[in-house]
């Protein structure tokens, strides 16, 4: 009988929250990391992989993914999981929602969400939790429930959908967003969320601090008329014309919303997600200052730090909010650098061309919103941020530890006995540039393409399986459904 199912050996292990990397061997046991030492023993070993000359982080805990959007959640469960397989991702995290897209229905979680956990179970090559979105009152009510049976902790608002739809202007919630009759998705249901959230925090104050709600911040009013606006004005076109119609006071303005209602609820864990331009962050951090009590988390995404609308493909780097100009890209790598960042996330939404484009593939108001990007998260932040000096440590922060934290993934996020043996093995000296034909996701295409990047992922173990062997995805689906806090 082998003492150990795995041993990884002689890699520079990179741990959060700690400066430099160690070489060390990790065993595994049982899907749980055993050991951490200079020197194990290999002769008993269940099975030993060379991790000589390549970091060993823990594996990527992508917070912000949109499995079954524009496919079929049960084909997205397989194709997307081995794409974040294959960046070195060994947790993905949905969020999801009743109305168009998704299941295209709606309804009480307690009928949607059993459907959710059937479409992914047995498919996903990786680990995975799902966030939800209160769409309408009775949703509030369901909080409890899904927190006690379903181990759902973190739920989420789209600010801008009571007006404006997710890829444009609308004007009707209701064949939208599913709505009952009567109802209105407006800044008096976020109000009832975040009331209804707190009270549920109140209610179970062992796990407070693992309960959160996280905002889509757009201003819809702002947005319809800045997109009437440039559309009349006809001067720009593509992504440009895009980012103008969504400007980032937008993001600014919703951000102060959202950031006193939260105060006026008594809500004190808030998520604000892809703050997408410097506007977006001097608003974040303005709030953090004005509200202290109020623990906001900022996050920024893969694709809004790798690329801007400019040098992006086409129209396929269409998504919400959108792709800024390369001063807005710096103004975020300095927010990174600068510790005002708690995460990067690709906000990975697969959408195929066949999908992406409207009839006319050069009209950027037709085109979807949305597109993958996981499997270039954990390359992407080591690769640019180590350039602008960024330690590998803070990488793992960034990208692992500080969401698993947040979203109660308590054995996830670190390379330490007791941990969960997710680890990505990289090689820090491999040039390498985005090829969207070489993805394992369905979507075939990135808006990152050519993106010359140093680091690259060779293998990947998901509670001890070998997912990702020299750069191949291999084996069947091992990923499982993580109900939260989640401890192993």
Same mark, same amino acid.
């Given at each position: 009988?082998?003492? !150990? ?11 959060? %929250? ?47 993914? !949109?499995? +079954? ?24 995290? %949905? ?26 179970? +047995?498919? *996903? @090559? ?8 209160? =769409? ?21 608002? @789209? =600010? ?18 599913? %709505?009952?009759? +009567? ?5 008096? !249901?976020?109000?009832?969320? =975040? ?41 720009? &076109? ?7 119609? $969504? ?14 209602? *939260? ?14 331009? #410097? ?13 202290? !009590?109020?623990? @906001? ?9 790798? %690329? ?97 934290? $947040? ?10 006995? #007791? ?11 491999? &040039? ?25 992922? /060779? ?9 990702? &062997?020299? +750069? ?6 091992? #990923?499982?459904?993580?109900? /939260?806090?989640?401890?192993?």
């Amino acid at each position: 009988m082998a003492d !150990h199912d795995l041993i990884i050996k002689g890699s520079e292990i990179v741990r959060p %929250t700690q400066n430099g990397t160690m070489k060390m061997d990790i065993a595994v046991s049982d899907g749980v990391i055993s050991a951490v030492e200079a020197e194990i023993e290999t002769t008993s070993a269940g099975k030993v992989v060379d991790g000589s000359g390549l970091l060993a982080f823990p594996g990527s805990v992508d917070a912000h993914c !949109h499995w +079954g959007i524009y496919n079929p959640l049960a084909e997205d469960a397989v194709t997307e999981s081995r794409a974040a397989a294959q960046g070195g991702t060994t947790t993905a995290m %949905t969020y999801i929602r009743t109305g168009q897209y998704y299941l295209n229905k709606g309804g009480p979680y307690r009928d949607f969400f059993p459907e959710v956990l059937q479409g992914t179970k +047995g498919r *996903a @090559f990786v680990d995975y939790a799902f966030h939800l979105a209160p =769409m309408q009152s009775s949703h509030i009510d369901e909080i409890p429930q899904l927190i006690e049976k379903n181990g759902v902790t973190s739920y989420k608002i @789209f =600010m801008f959908y009571g007006g404006h739809g997710l890829h444009g202007k609308s004007d009707d919630q209701s064949s939208f967003l599913m %709505t009952p009759p +009567g109802e209105r998705y407006d800044y008096a !249901h976020f109000e009832f969320i =975040m009331r209804g959230l707190q009270a549920a925090r109140e209610r179970y104050p062992d796990i407070a601090e693992f309960l959160s709600l996280s905002l889509h911040c757009e201003t819809a009013e702002i947005m319809t008329a800045y997109t009437e606006m440039v559309e009349q004005d006809g001067e720009l &076109d593509g992504l440009a014309a895009y980012s103008a119609a $969504r400007p980032p006071h937008s993001e600014g303005l919703a951000i102060t919303i959202a950031a006193y209602l *939260a105060h006026a609820t008594g809500l004190t864990n808030v998520n604000l997600l892809h703050l997408s331009s #410097g506007a977006a962050i001097e608003a974040a951090l303005l709030m953090a200052a004005t509200y202290p !009590h109020i623990d @906001f988390r900022r996050e920024v995404t893969i694709g809004h730090l790798l %690329t801007d609308f400019e040098k992006t493909n086409g129209l396929y780097g269409k998504v919400n909010p959108p792709l800024r100009s390369s001063e807005d890209v710096e103004a975020l790598w300095r927010a990174v650098l600068g510790g005002d960042v708690d995460w990067v996330v690709s906000d990975h939404a697969c959408c195929k061309p066949e999908t992406k484009l409207g009839p006319d593939p050069e009209d950027v108001w037709q085109a979807k919103s949305g597109f993958g990007g996981t499997e270039y998260l954990l390359a992407g932040v080591f690769s640019e941020g180590t350039k602008r000096g960024l330690t590998p440590n803070r990488v793992a922060e960034l990208v692992s530890w500080n969401p698993a934290r $947040r979203f109660g993934l308590l054995t996830k996020g670190d390379i330490a006995p #007791g941990f969960d043996a997710d680890i990505a093995l990289l090689d820090p000296n491999a &040039d390498w540039a985005v090829r969207g034909e070489l993805s394992e996701s369905a979507q075939g295409y990135s808006p990152m393409e050519g993106t010359q990047l140093q680091g690259k992922v /060779r293998h990947t173990f998901v509670r001890g399986a070998h997912v990702l &062997d020299d +750069g191949s995805v291999v084996g069947s689906p091992v #990923g499982k459904y993580l109900a /939260r806090p989640y401890s192993g």
